[in-house]
Nanobody, 124 residues
């Protein structure tokens, strides 16, 4: 069983900053890619940022240098540092991880796991 838990959301004023954290726990062999997605009311879920096992990061076009994703492999965690936040950034932010693990029959699987989401509200 793998658990993915986000934290750090909240209310922030336009232009402000926020840091999201995501901790992964449970039984697994390796965490491959780690990513943040977001979903605003009435909109589809979209990729915010992703980082692979080698540390290479990619971002959605709307980020425009305002966010930075990082991972700590020792802590099995991924972070999203957000700055210059705009009301349009208001959304539920979800952590997604691609994991390799062995099941109880020792068969190897790669699977995606999602957190429950953390709400970010940008408003004055």
């Amino acid at each position: 069983q793998v658990q993915v838990v986000e934290s750090g959301g909240g209310l922030v004023q336009p232009g402000g900053s926020l840091r999201l954290s995501c901790a992964i726990s449970g039984s697994f062999f390796e965490i491959y890619s780690m990513a943040w997605y977001r979903q605003a009311p009435g909109k589809q879920r979209e990729l915010v940022a992703a980082v692979n096992s080698g540390g290479s990061a990619s971002y959605g076009d709307f980020v425009m240098g305002r966010f930075a994703i990082s991972r700590d492999n020792y802590k099995n965690s991924v972070y999203l540092q957000m700055s210059s936040l705009e009301p349009e950034d208001t959304a539920v932010y979800y952590c997604n991880v691609h994991i390799g693990r062995y099941d109880n029959r020792r068969s190897f699987h790669t699977e995606d796991y999602w957190g429950q989401g953390t709400l970010v509200t940008v408003s004055s």
